[in-house]
């Protein structure tokens, strides 16, 4: 029985003894026990997840003039703790940081290199004219080099294995300039500059980008606008005094009026010069697979060496017609842009409300495919009198139907009233001029709007057939009917037939001397 009460206490002292929780064991842990820096300046995270609160200490304790914690305690669960470390002047220098958690600890080794060393033993500064040249570098190094230059008109020639450097500066054409290459230890922190300064034009003394020059001025009505811009052109041409881009702007205005009617109406025009900055030279594809940077994305067509196709950035064009005070480029504004390049191309991109980019290049071609001839037939022709093209490119070929329902639609915006699809003198749109005795040459002429048959012209002559400096008198008639309407004065046939004093066409076509025809200028590009 003693027995029996004996265990029956001890069952009870067991029960009882269960109902205390159980000891919790600190734990504390670190996601990495090791961190090495280069002898530069730096900062690294790591993760500290604990079951308490924990503090972080530093051996040794000097070891704080060099190495810095973001934190020194935290609390239960996940924190981020930062390790950084100060650039390295000495020797090779390691601490240990400690954190605790009640009982438990864990340990991180931090370990930063010894200071490298790079020292330039050559000249460290260099001056350039514009015509640009070479220069060398040799430095001592007790450890791998990287080398950054700041522009890429900075280019290293030879160097790294000797760490001797020759590096190439290439001429300016654009303002001064000033670049440098740093030589620095890789993942270190010894570095050392060369400087290098290059002559080039003032700001003060070049036309800046966008800025506008107005080349003439309206004296008459309420102004027609006409803008010029070129692409391709760079600083160099843009030096007041002597600039070449204003010349060029400046001698595509004299061929835009050197033809009637624009000749005898030239006072209703305002004329402005808008600036236009490219990186470099030229014109993309000239030749076909040169790549040049310029403002507008000017290029010509790739895939055919006789196409005349061009294109343009024509919203960035548009853009920069907006620098001109007062300016809309959405109501009847024409815009030339001059490419710098003499090849014989051309396109003119025209919108239903008015608004055109004519693109012409400084053509240095033989007659009629000169400059002045891709002024007139671009910008004189489809941008402003926004006149359909004449060639009989399909000769043997009657119009399509579907070439005749688009016309009719470009028509119904005041475009392409020079050609017409019937022979009806009674009907055609020149009908008033038929039968004129100032105007014997006027009737209807088959052929035109790139075929050779179902499509009349007013005359056998014209700017639109062959870039010859001599508009019909239809197109005249609608050149200056649309000048007055832009200007704010009324107009009529009678008017013009007053004014027009202009001599039929006598001159044979255009004498060649054994030059060949050039392919026909590309159609516009016409947006509604």
């Known amino acids: 029985m003693k027995q029996f009460f004996f265990l029956l206490f001890v069952a009870l002292l067991v029960a009882c003894g269960s109902d205390k929780p159980a000891k919790v064991v600190d734990s504390v842990e670190v996601s990495t026990s090791e961190i090495n820096f280069t002898d530069g300046a730096g900062s690294r995270s790591l993760y500290v997840t604990s079951t308490v609160d924990w503090t972080a200490s530093m051996a040794p304790s000097d070891a704080s003039s060099w190495l810095s914690l973001n934190v020194r305690e935290g609390g239960k669960g996940k924190t981020t703790l930062s390790i ?3 650039a390295n002047t000495g020797d090779a220098r390691t601490a240990v940081v400690t954190v605790t958690a009640g009982e438990a600890y864990k340990t991180i080794t931090v370990s930063q290199r010894k200071a490298t060393s790079l ?3 050559t000249q460290k500064e260099f001056d350039f004219t514009t015509t640009g040249g070479t220069f060398s570098v040799s430095l001592q190094s007790d450890a791998t080099v990287n080398v950054t230059m700041s522009d890429p008109w900075i280019k290293q020639m030879t160097g790294k294995a000797t760490n001797n450097y020759t590096y190439k500066v290439e001429a300016n054409d654009g303002f001064v300039r000033s670049g440098t290459v740093i030589f620095k230890t890789l993942g270190g922190s010894a570095a050392d ?14 036309y800046a980008d966008r ?8 004296t008459k009505g309420k102004g027609v606008d006409l803008v010029l811009m070129g692409d391709g052109f760079v600083i160099k041409d843009m030096v007041k005094g002597d600039s070449r881009y204003r010349r060029a702007m400046e001698q595509a205005m004299e061929h835009f009026f050197a033809i009637e009617p624009y000749k005898s109406n030239s006072d209703y025009f305002n004329v402005y010069m808008v600036a236009a900055i490219s990186n470099q030279s030229g014109i993309t594809h000239d030749p076909i697979g040169k790549m040049v940077d310029t403002r507008f994305k000017s290029k010509f067509d790739a895939t055919d060496a006789n196409s005349t196709r061009t294109e343009c950035d024509y919203a960035l064009v548009e853009n920069y017609a907006t ?7 959405r109501k ?15 396109t003119c991109s025209m919108a239903s409300d008015g608004f055109s980019i004519a693109m012409c ?6 007659y009629p495919y000169d400059f002045r001839g891709l002024i007139q037939h671009e910008a004189g022709g489809h941008g402003f009198g926004r006149l359909a093209d004449e060639y009989k490119t399909n000769a043997t070929q009657t119009v399509p139907s579907s070439d005749i329902t688009n016309a009719r639609k470009w028509q119904g915006y005041g475009m392409y009233l020079n050609v017409d ?20 040459q006027v009737g209807l002429y088959q052929g035109g709007y790139y075929y050779g048959y179902g499509v009349w012209r007013a005359e056998q002559n014209n700017c639109m057939i062959d870039n010859i400096p001599y508009y019909n008198v239809y197109c005249r008639y609608l050149i200056a009917k649309r000048i007055m309407a832009i200007a704010g004065e009324s107009y009529g046939i009678a008017s013009f037939m007053a004014a027009d004093n202009v001599p039929v066409w006598a001159g044979a076509p255009p004498v060649r001397s054994g030059n060949p025809v050039m392919p026909p200028l590309a159609p516009p590009v016409i947006m509604e």
């Open 361 to 366: 290049p400084m053509s240095t071609l033989y």
């Open 193 to 206: 500059t060369v400087k290098i300064s290059q002559a080039g034009y003032s700001p003060d003394d070049c």
């Open 332 to 346: 009847d504004l024409s815009v030339i842009v001059v490419f710098n390049s003499t090849k014989y191309a051309g």
């Open 323 to 329: 620098s001109i005070p007062n300016i809309d480029p």
């Open 119 to 121: 020292t330039i033993t």
């Open 84 to 86: 950084s470390v100060k």
């Open 211 to 218: 800025e506008v020059v107005k080349l003439a001025s309206a």
């Open 421 to 440: 699809f019937t022979n009806d003198p009674t009907q055609v749109l020149w009908k008033d001029f038929i039968g004129v005795a100032k105007y014997p």
